[in-house]
C-alpha cells in the first residue's frame, strides 16, 4: 500500500531555530518523494523534490531508504516559512501523488 | 497563461442537485489530474488524463462522479446527486510528461459546500 505519514499535524518554533518537519513513506518500489507548501491564500506548490537533491528557500529534505522518511529541514526558521507543508510520494514517471495529512507550520517572532 | 485555473471557486449546493466543475491547465501540458481534500486532510488522488485518455480513477470515485477531458485541454468534473459527504475542496493540478520533471502544478481549487 502506498502511504504517507507525517506525524505533527502542527509545529510551532521561534524564528532563527532549526525546523524539522517529519515524513515517513510506505511504498514498495522506488517511490519519488516531494515536499509541497501552501501558503497563506495561495495554491498548493511545489518545494522540492528528492531527485533534484537541491536546497529551496533554505530547505533541505534528504531520502532515507533504510527508515523510509523523507524529512523536510531548515538551520534557521524565518517568519515567512510559516504555512502548511504536504510530504507526498509518487511512482516513477509522472504518476498522481499520495499525499500525507500535512503540518502546519508556524514561526514565532 | 499564467498557471491553472478552475472555475467556479465556491460551489454552493443542496443535496441531490449535480454540480460541474471545469479546469483549464497550462497551455501544453499533456497530464490533468483531479483531487479532493477535505478539511484538515492532504489531498487525494480522483482521476487523472494523458490527453484526452482516463488513464486512472480512484477508488473514492463513485458512479455519480464523472470527469472528462474532451480534446486533450480543459477538463470538466460532474458530480450527480450530491451528498454532504461531496463537501470538499476540489484540486486540479498539470504536468507535462515528458520533461523529466513531472511536476504538478496545482490550481487554486473550487469549494463545494452541500446543504
Known amino acids: 500500500a502506498q502511504r504517507v505519514t507525517q506525524p505533527e499535524k502542527l509545529l510551532s518554533v521561534f524564528k532563527g531555530a532549526p525546523v524539522e518537519l517529519k515524513c515517513n513513506y510506505s511504498?514498495?518500489?522506488?517511490?519519488?518523494l516531494f515536499w509541497y507548501v501552501q501558503y497563506s491564500r495561495q495554491r498548493l506548490q511545489l518545494l522540492l523534490r528528492h531527485i533534484s537533491r537541491e536546497s529551496i528557500k533554505g530547505f533541505t529534505a534528504d531520502l532515507n531508504k533504510g527508515e523510509t522518511s523523507f524529512h523536510l529541514k531548515k538551520p534557521f526558521a524565518q517568519e515567512e516559512d510559516s504555512a502548511m507543508y504536504y510530504c507526498?510520494?509518487?511512482?516513477?514517471?509522472?504518476?498522481?501523488?499520495?499525499f500525507g495529512q500535512g503540518t502546519r507550520l508556524t514561526i514565532n517572532p | 497563461d499564467t498557471g491553472v485555473s478552475q472555475n467556479p471557486r465556491h460551489k454552493i449546493t443542496k443535496r441531490g442537485q449535480n454540480v460541474t466543475f471545469r479546469c483549464d491547465p497550462i497551455?501544453?501540458?499533456?497530464?490533468l489530474y483531479w483531487y479532493r481534500q477535505t478539511l484538515g486532510q492532504g489531498p487525494e488522488f480522483l482521476t487523472y488524463f494523458q490527453n484526452e485518455a482516463q488513464l486512472e480513477k480512484s477508488r473514492l470515485l463513485s458512479d455519480r462522479f464523472s470527469a472528462e477531458r474532451p480534446k486533450g485541454s480543459f477538463s470538466t468534473l460532474e458530480i450527480q446527486r450530491t451528498e454532504q459527504g461531496d463537501s470538499a475542496m476540489y484540486l486540479c493540478a498539470s504536468s507535462l510528461l515528458g520533461t523529466g520533471t513531472y511536476e504538478q502544478y496545482f490550481g487554486p481549487g473550487t469549494r463545494l459546500t452541500v446543504t
Open positions: 497551455s501544453e501540458h499533456n497530464r
Open positions: 511504498y514498495s518500489g522506488s517511490p519519488e
Open positions: 507526498a510520494l509518487s511512482g516513477q514517471g509522472a504518476q498522481k501523488l499520495v
